[in-house]
């Protein structure tokens, strides 16, 4: 069985630019979660959908920030534009029971 | 508002010893409480949960939790520790009202010497 599929797994890139990160969840999960990941706040969610429903978005940090899931199989996080505190690792998340969480292998992102 | 607050940041063990995370929590309602693991560069694994069953929990890699209500903790132990168990530790809570967030608690790193 395939696990959380995330892509890239490291990305680099200066301040301004747009950076989008990639995830397929677990075949047939309905629930989808991303996760930033930082030294000095921890793990924090950024946003949850159900269903391809985004349900809270209320950790998303600013308007720079952006998901979508467009169909049941691919999720995407959009940071336009990126600024050096975007830097962190940002994890995908699915679940099919509400209760078990299955972590995708993150995303470093640095942001120069 | 649920929340759960990990006892120490960083923990450190020999070899062979037992090893004890503290867990305490903060919920108005019966709580769903897990542990994940996170080894390095990797992303968290449920280790094991509580979903107001048995009080004992029993998880994958030797890893037992219990849930005392009495307490409001749900601290994490395995009898022998083994130089593979070490990782960081994440204690959470699930967020009620058909929400299906989980509240994070800060980690423990844990350590363990030859």
């Known amino acids: 069985d395939a696990g959380v599929i995330q892509s890239p797994r490291h990305e680099v890139t200066e301040m301004g630019q747009e950076v989008t990160l990639r995830c397929k969840p677990i075949?047939?999960?309905?629930?989808l979660f991303w996760y930033r990941q930082t030294m000095m706040r921890g793990l924090e969610l950024l946003i949850y959908f159900n269903n391809n429903v985004p349900i809270d978005d209320s950790g998303m940090p600013e308007d720079r920030f952006s998901a979508k899931m467009p169909n049941a199989s691919f999720s995407t996080l959009k940071i336009q534009p990126s600024e050096p505190r975007d830097s962190a690792v940002y994890f995908c998340?699915?679940?099919?029971?509400?209760?078990?969480?299955?972590f995708g292998p993150g995303t470093r992102l640095t942001v120069l | 508002a649920q929340s759960v607050t990990q006892l120490g940041s960083h923990v450190s063990v020999s070899e062979g010893a037992l090893v004890l995370l503290r867990c305490n929590y903060s919920?108005?309602?019966?709580?769903?409480l897990f542990w994940y693991v996170q080894y390095p560069n990797q992303g968290l694994q449920l280790l094991l949960k509580y979903t107001s069953a048995a009080t004992l929990v029993k998880g994958i890699n030797g890893f037992e939790a219990e849930f005392k209500k009495s307490e409001t903790s749900f601290h994490l132990t395995k009898p022998s520790a083994h130089m593979s168990d070490a990782a960081e530790y994440f204690c959470?809570?699930?967020?009620?009202?058909?929400?299906?967030?989980?509240?994070f608690g800060a980690g423990t790193r844990l350590a363990v010497h030859p």
């Open positions: 919920s108005s309602v019966p709580p769903y």
């Open positions: 998340a699915s679940s099919s029971s509400g209760l078990d969480q299955f």
């Open positions: 959470a809570v699930l967020l009620g009202g058909g929400y299906n967030k989980l509240i």
């Open positions: 075949s047939g999960h309905n629930s």
